[in-house]
T-cell receptor, first 110, second 115 residues
Framework: GQSLEQPSEVTAVEGAIVQINCTYQTSGFYGLSWYQQHDGGAPTFLSYNALDGLEETGRFSSFLSRSDSYGYLLLQELQMKDSASYFC???????????FGAGTRLFVKA | GAVVSQHPSWVICKSGTSVKIECRSLDFQATTMFWYRQFPKQSLMLMATSNEGSKATYEQGVEKDKFLINHASLTLSTLTVTSAHPEDSSFYIC???????????FGSGTRLTVV
């Protein structure tokens, strides 16, 4: 089966950099995705890594190490609006369904 | 980009009644849609996979007779919560994959409250 582990909560100050880690266990690997969800809202897709290395998209970057079954989401120049839950996700065996981690609640303080 | 429209955004119903939630892909055809349930401060739990033209595939532990899924066309999937009970109160979200996208596009979600 598949399982993902990520911290339940992270707190950081405005303007800082924060890293949210995710370790996964899958019987086949089809990439690691990240989603952001604000309270009361739907998840929005942030990034996807299929190969090792860092993918940068503006203030957000995502990293993957397939040999370590590990990835992280890096948020730079934190803003108050970044306060949300962040989920890592992997496709299941066969790559058809998406399985989500438990989510990391990020609190950005002034 | 791909847009998924979900209605209603919130609904309150009496215990024992049924509620239908619609999910539409607005600018693409979705042969497959996914239905999730999310309790407060928890992750998204996949309930079922909705396939156009065939029966839905339910995850283990999800009652197919209680959560009826119909994928009537390439752009519409519906979830009906039958004989709703207070414990069914949750946030229900659909998602679909747009053409060429790696990520899934989610509907805006439906907050169901059963009283």
């Amino acid at each position: 089966g598949q399982s993902l582990e990520q911290p339940s909560e992270v707190t950081a100050v405005e303007g800082a950099i924060v890293q949210i880690n995710c370790t996964y266990q899958t019987s086949g690997f089809y990439g690691l995705s990240w989603y952001q969800q604000h309270d009361g809202g739907a998840p929005t897709f942030l990034s996807y890594n299929a190969l090792d290395g860092l993918e940068e998209t503006g203030r957000f970057s995502s990293f993957l190490s397939r040999s370590d079954s590990y990835g992280y989401l890096l948020l730079q120049e934190l803003q108050m609006k970044d306060s949300a839950s962040y989920f890592c996700a992997v496709p299941n065996t066969g790559g058809f369904k998406t399985i989500f981690g438990a989510g990391t609640r990020l609190f950005v303080k002034a | 980009g791909a847009v998924v429209s979900q209605h209603p955004s919130w609904v309150i119903c009496k215990s024992g009644t049924s509620v239908k939630i619609e999910c539409r892909s607005l600018d693409f055809q979705a042969t497959t849609m996914f239905w999730y349930r999310q309790f407060p401060k928890q992750s998204l739990m996949l309930m079922a996979t909705s396939n156009e033209g065939s029966k839905a595939t339910y995850e283990q532990g999800v009652e197919k007779d209680k959560f009826l899924i119909n994928h009537a066309s390439l752009t519409l999937s519906t979830l009906t919560v039958t004989s709703a009970h207070p414990e069914d109160s949750s946030f229900y979200i659909c998602s679909a994959s747009g053409t060429g996208d790696y990520g899934y596009t989610f509907g805006s979600g439906t907050r169901l409250t059963v009283v």
